[in-house]
């Protein structure tokens, strides 16, 4: 029980109080039109008025919210000011995009029910302008504003509108049109088949963003009527008397509802102003490919230079390509270790986007590209990630799934750089590294580091310090084979490394007890990248094998 506080305990603090504030919002907004003010329209509307106005206000409240979870700048400023007081509130910002993504499903329900509740408010509307009888107070207060070119409370003019043309010829009508259709390709297009395979369709439409933001700040809501000269609960009974001689009810004014949505946004949306400037102004600073190196297995490595750059180890930057793209950025795990004079990014091509980068490097050709021929990059960062805060633990383990590997390259180079070759002392004792991947091919281009560490710390007799675990997931029979006659070889046959490969999937259960029962009283940082599904597996074996002695503390890259 203490583990899972440990981990998840502020993560389900937070959720609870953005319930929390949901849920009140939605209830104080529900009593507000209960109240006289509103009785008026509540006759026409019923109980649909609330019911629209309440999911209203918590659309303000969490408009105000869904874009501060991507502006990475000021979660990057954000992390390393907090860091140093509370790593565990600077973890909950690696969660970003956990939240994002909450956000928004709390927008789209919230949206579902203000259309529901609009769409019985045309129906009423529509119902009071077809009973046309002076002896009913609804179709009396329809007729307000009728030929005097006065405000008034009900939309439809006539028992012959259609609904439908009220909806695309008011301001109300069309802006809650088109905050509805970007709504739902912003969320459509968002869904997990469409950004992995179509990212583009998926980067395009999520710029309709602005138009999102933008149409709610015009977008009005009810009308209200003046108190001053007409009380409803002493005139709503003698509607037939107003504005006669001697009555001391005259008939309601209404005037429209200014929007209000802008007073909960105008914040957020400075701060994702300032966020775009600062990338921009980042995209512009010049950046030098120093080295393109074309790996067999598919993989597209660039060594790049940057005046200026600073990184820490497992860190990320966006990279963009005018050349292929002036619009796209995506996000690529730094590789390289921050001791180094360059910084480098290794990709992986599997799109579009990464398959014109490729060719533009000269992946596609067999002679050496010359540097004045290599396309122009752009740098967005570098921001800070959970890997961060690996040195953080006296025990730590790596888990990287195929490409997933990345931001480990970087946290053993930095070991290299720091305890091998300038001998300094580090927090960490004892780093347990996993590798999974489903072919060979893909442990070609990360073998070359793994052999210049086990050399090395074979020479110096550091072998205890790093323990490495690599698993072919998937192969061949006629493959597993012929490994398997290789086997007794000093080094392996794949890797060429002397730890020998490992079949199959590792038995998570085995590994979390061996490593509780070898460090007591410690804290091990369990670093993930990979998928999902390895993750809530990881996840699970932290809460089930932590005890009063030993915690495991669950960090994953979520970019």
């Given at each position: 029980?203490?583990?899972?506080?440990?981990?998840?305990?502020?993560?389900?603090?937070?959720?609870?109080?953005?319930?929390?504030?949901?849920a009140?919002?939605?209830?104080?907004?529900?009593m507000?039109?209960?109240?006289?003010?509103?009785?008026?329209?509540?006759?026409?509307?019923?109980?649909?008025?609330?019911?629209?106005?309440?999911?209203?206000?918590?659309?303000?409240?969490?408009?105000?919210?869904?874009?501060?979870?991507?502006?990475?700048?000021?979660?990057?400023?954000?992390r390393?000011t907090i860091?140093c007081?509370s790593?565990?509130?600077?973890?909950?910002?690696?969660?970003?995009l956990?939240?994002?993504?909450?956000?928004?499903?709390?927008?789209?329900?919230?949206?579902?029910?203000?259309?529901?509740?609009?769409?019985f408010?045309f129906?009423?509307f529509?119902?009071?302008?077809?009973?046309?009888?002076?002896?009913?107070?609804?179709?009396?207060l329809?007729?307000i504003?009728?030929?005097?070119?006065?405000?008034?409370?009900?939309?439809?003019?006539t028992?012959?509108?259609?609904?439908?043309?009220?909806?695309?010829?008011?301001?109300?009508g069309?802006?809650?049109?088109?905050?509805?259709?970007?709504?739902?390709?912003?969320i459509?297009?968002s869904m997990?088949v469409?950004?992995?395979?179509?990212?583009?369709?998926?980067?395009?439409?999520?710029?309709?963003?602005?138009i999102?933001?933008?149409?709610?700040?015009?977008?009005?809501?009810?009308?209200?009527?003046?108190?001053?000269?007409n009380?409803?609960?002493?005139c709503?009974d003698?509607f037939e008397?107003?504005?006669?001689?001697?009555?001391?009810?005259a008939?309601?004014?209404?005037?429209?509802?200014?929007p209000?949505?802008?007073?909960?946004?105008?914040?957020?949306?400075?701060?994702y102003?300032?966020?775009?400037i600062?990338?921009?102004?980042?995209?512009?600073?010049?950046?030098?490919?120093?080295?393109?190196?074309?790996?067999p297995?598919?993989?597209?490595e660039?060594?790049?230079?940057?005046?200026?750059?600073?990184?820490?180890?497992?860190?990320?930057v966006?990279?963009q390509?005018?050349s292929v793209?002036?619009?796209?950025?995506?996000?690529?795990?730094?590789?390289?270790?921050p001791?180094?004079?360059?910084?480098?990014?290794?990709?992986?091509?599997v799109?579009?986007?990464?398959q014109?980068?490729?060719?533009?490097?000269?992946?596609?050709?067999?002679?050496?590209?010359?540097?004045?021929?290599?396309p122009?990059?752009?740098?967005d960062?570098p921001?800070?990630?959970?890997s961060?805060?690996?040195f953080?633990?006296?025990?730590?383990?790596?888990?990287?799934?195929?490409?997933g590997?990345?931001p480990?390259?970087?946290?053993?180079?930095?070991?290299?750089?720091?305890?091998?070759?300038?001998?300094?002392?580090v927090?960490?004792?004892k780093?347990?590294?996993?590798?999974?991947?489903?072919e060979?091919e893909?442990?070609e281009?990360?073998?070359?580091?793994?052999?210049?560490?086990?050399?090395?710390?074979?020479?110096k007799?550091?072998t205890?310090?790093?323990?490495y675990?690599?698993y072919?997931?998937?192969?061949?029979?006629?493959?597993?084979?012929?490994?398997?006659?290789?086997?007794?070889?000093?080094?392996?046959?794949?890797?060429?490394?002397?730890?020998?490969?490992?079949?199959?999937?590792?038995n998570?259960?085995?590994?979390?007890?061996?490593?509780?029962?070898?460090?007591?009283?410690?804290?091990?940082?369990?670093?993930?990248?990979?998928p999902?599904g390895?993750?809530?597996?990881?996840?699970k074996?932290?809460?089930?094998?932590?005890?009063?002695?030993?915690?495991?503390?669950?960090?994953?890259e979520?970019?």
């Amino acid at each position: 029980m203490g583990n899972f506080v440990a981990n998840e305990g502020l993560s389900i603090f937070v959720i609870l109080v953005w319930l929390g504030i949901n849920a009140y919002l939605f209830v104080q907004f529900y009593m507000n039109f209960l109240v006289k003010r509103w009785l008026y329209t509540r006759v026409l509307l019923g109980q649909a008025l609330p019911w629209a106005r309440a999911p209203a206000a918590c659309l303000n409240f969490n408009c105000m919210l869904i874009l501060l979870p991507v502006c990475r700048n000021l979660l990057s400023f954000l992390r390393g000011t907090i860091q140093c007081c509370s790593r565990t509130a600077a973890r909950q910002l690696d969660r970003n995009l956990t939240f994002h993504k909450l956000v928004a499903y709390m927008i789209a329900f919230h949206t579902a029910v203000h259309i529901v509740a609009h769409l019985f408010n045309f129906e009423f509307f529509m119902d009071a302008q077809l009973n046309r009888n002076t002896s009913l107070l609804t179709f009396v207060l329809s007729e307000i504003g009728t030929g005097d070119n006065a405000s008034f409370l009900n939309p439809i003019r006539t028992n012959e509108t259609n609904p439908t043309i009220v909806m695309f010829t008011t301001i109300a009508g069309l802006t809650g049109v088109a905050i509805t259709l970007a709504l739902i390709l912003i969320i459509s297009s968002s869904m997990e088949v469409i950004r992995r395979s179509y990212f583009e369709v998926f980067w395009y439409t999520h710029h309709l963003f602005v138009i999102f933001f933008i149409a709610p700040l015009i977008h009005v809501g009810q009308t209200f009527a003046s108190l001053d000269t007409n009380d409803p609960d002493v005139c709503a009974d003698k509607f037939e008397e107003w504005g006669g001689n001697g009555s001391n009810c005259a008939v309601p004014v209404f005037a429209g509802n200014p929007p209000g949505t802008w007073k909960w946004v105008v914040a957020p949306m400075f701060l994702y102003v300032c966020e775009r400037i600062i990338r921009i102004y980042r995209s512009h600073q010049k950046v030098v490919i120093t080295k393109v190196v074309m790996h067999p297995s598919k993989t597209l490595e660039l060594q790049m230079k940057k005046k200026g750059f600073r990184m820490e180890v497992g860190q990320y930057v966006f990279i963009q390509c005018p050349s292929v793209s002036r619009l796209e950025w995506h996000p690529f795990t730094l590789t390289s270790a921050p001791e180094e004079d360059y910084f480098s990014a290794h990709i992986r091509i599997v799109g579009d986007w990464t398959q014109e980068l490729y060719e533009a490097c000269g992946g596609d050709k067999t002679e050496p590209q010359e540097a004045w021929n290599l396309p122009k990059v752009a740098i967005d960062g570098p921001f800070g990630t959970a890997s961060e805060d690996v040195f953080r633990y006296e025990v730590v383990m790596l888990v990287g799934a195929g490409i997933g590997v990345t931001p480990f390259a970087s946290i053993l180079k930095s070991v290299w750089y720091k305890r091998i070759q300038n001998n300094q002392d580090v927090f960490t004792k004892k780093i347990y590294f996993y590798w999974l991947c489903p072919e060979t091919e893909a442990f070609e281009w990360f073998a070359d580091l793994l052999q210049s560490l086990e050399g090395q710390m074979a020479e110096k007799s550091m072998t205890d310090f790093l323990s490495y675990n690599i698993y072919l997931t998937r192969w061949k029979e006629t493959e597993a084979a012929h490994f398997r006659v290789h086997h007794e070889a000093e080094n392996d046959p794949i890797t060429g490394l002397k730890q020998k490969t490992l079949y199959g999937k590792p038995n998570w259960d085995n590994e979390f007890t061996n490593i509780a029962a070898k460090h007591p009283r410690s804290k091990v940082g369990v670093f993930l990248c990979g998928p999902p599904g390895l993750g809530k597996s990881l996840e699970k074996q932290c809460l089930s094998h932590s005890a009063a002695d030993v915690k495991f503390i669950f960090n994953k890259e979520n970019f």
